[in-house]
């Protein structure tokens, strides 16, 4: 069995993969105050919850973009697990090109993504992340991403709105009843779900223009489902791409 981690800004998500099978999923707080002993306690609860015992994992490999986290996170999986992961990053390889300009500083979650949609969907491919930033990452049919765009996700914005108000209230994101909101938090719901939805699209469809050739446009992160009834422009929703993307990258460094 094989443990895939996705350190992101706002959660870890931890998924156990058997073979192109995911057992399960399970997501934390990121938090760089926390020590080994308590990432290796939860992994050890997560592994337990499945009827798993450390000895069942065969590997884990990480991906991260939060490099506060990653020694203590690392050093969890050595103690643990007696395990020493693999890392998503320079020097390992990926069957993806990075022709951009500092291929250093694309994120190992969008390279994952990038491997895992190019991989199982074909390509030429458009890769939209709704994490905490939203990613949108294109790679072209020879296997090369060669552009990237990066933007404020959403549960970021509806944070900015918040904090930068005296009265506006926090809000839960959702798909609204309707844009004919009549209170303040419905119309947060609404502004942001529309405001970001229109963006959504507006982006594809530069992309569109920009680029000569057909190309699928697929889907992942946390909030990726919540506009897949109201939008034709995307292909593909798959919550789990980075995990699949994650086990293509170890199998090929094996």
Known sequence: MLVAVDIGNTNIVIGFL?????LGTYRITTNAGHTSDEYGIMML?????KGLKPEDVDDVIIASVVPQVMHSFRSSIVKFLDIDPMIVGPGVKSGL??????PKSLGADCLADCVGAFTLYGGPVLVADFGTA???NYVDERKAITAGLISPGLQTSAGSLVSGTAQLPEVEITRPA????KGTKTAMQAGLYYNFLGGIEKTIAQFHREI?????VVATGGLSS???DDT??????????????MAIIYRKNI
């Open 45 to 49: 609860q997560f592994l337990g919850l």
């Open 212 to 216: 000569d050739e057909d190309f699928k």
């Open 226 to 228: 919540v506009f897949k």
């Open 97 to 102: 090109s990075i022709r951009m300009d500092d």
């Open 134 to 136: 939203t990613t949108f």
């Open 18 to 22: 058997d073979g192109n099978r995911i």
């Open 232 to 245: 034709d422009c995307i292909d593909v929703y798959d919550p789990d791409l980075i995990f699949k993307g």
């Open 178 to 181: 309707s844009i004919l909101a």
